[in-house]
């Protein structure tokens, strides 16, 4: 008896060696092919030939080759923000001191992010969140050099700011493109964590289309790539690229109740509100002034809540709910409605909220936006003209 129980328990112990081997193997294999996906998209970027060039292993993978591509473009800023400010000569203070006006030293806030060079002219990118308020921004380069920032504008609805640097022939970043990004990709961010300079990390593409409210950062108008990729206070601005070097991402925010979770503004957006703010200090965001709901499964059992049920069956509905109107906005004189249904923005089919955002993002400031809804059962084609989008709402 005791024989046999020895033998069922070596029985079972080999089956749970065996099958622990074959999770190894199954992970291993995944892995091998993850990292051969990598290699091909290297090789046919790169070519088949290791680099070698300051190298001590004799080759480069395709982490480090991006690294080498991008890495000297990222650069550490140092923005000094005034924490007091007070004019001295004021009546209120010659009145409290008399004629002994005391000196003050202002107290001051230095922070440190990351930024990347668009052009060899001087031209930089970053986070508003680091320059904002600052009286002083220094830029240092991966060489060493550093050099007085002026910063050229800020929009405070996407966390993006823009700096000129004098200087000529610097080296850039190449920009690559978010537009076809596909969860599980893998992804680089470069910057100064934590005052530890020219850091790398690496991950993957977590996901795609995370609203700001998700994120944490409400007052903002992105949609922000997800990514696992180490990002921490220093990061801020930095470069998120892929496997050619490329910039996908500008790093910009991280949700201090997770970990592993980073997020960063797709380029495209990045690199639209850049060149506006290099060429009027600003940038546009055309405004309608809805709330909207997707009518995705979840959107429509939340339809309840705003209309009990006033809309009727709207289990086969497609498109995008209105659920509020403000009012005096462009969607209010042109008669947008609560209980419309949008079915397209422009030239655009449009099936979520996160598309009418974009459609809307993309149009001009006091042009005819067609937006066509459908009303009880009705096509109904809108003619809007989007304002600027009012900071004080």
Known sequence: MINQSFRQWGLYASLIIVGGAIGVASHAYWMQGQLSEALQSYEEFYGSEPITANSRSGSVNFIAQAVQEVGSAVVRIDATKDLYSQDMSSPLFKRFFDQDIPSFEPDVEQGTGSGFILSSDGRLITNAHVVEGSSMVKVTLKDGQVFDGKVIGIDELTDIAVIKIEANNLPTAKLGSAEALIPGEWAIAIGNPLGFDNTVTIGIISALDRPSAQVGIPDKRVRFIQTDAAINPGNSGG??????????????????????????????????????????????????????????????????????????????????????????????????REGDIIQKVGDRKVYTAIEVQEAVENSVIGQVLLVEVKRQDKMVMLKVRPTNFPLTY
């Open 239 to 336: 470069p998120l690229l892929n496997v050619r070097g490329e910039v996908i991402g500008l790093n910009t925010a991280i949700r201090t109740d997770a970990q592993g979770l980073g997020f960063a503004i797709p380029i495209e957006t990045a690199q639209r509100i850049a060149e506006q703010l290099f060429l009027k200090g600003k940038a546009d965001h055309p405004y309608l002034g809805i709330r909207m709901l997707t009518l995705n499964g979840e959107g429509k059992e939340r339809v309840k809540e705003y209309f009990s049920d006033s809309m009727g069956d709207i289990s086969d509905e497609q498109g995008v709910l209105v659920v509020g109107v403000v009012e005096d906005s462009p969607a209010a004189i042109a008669d947008l």
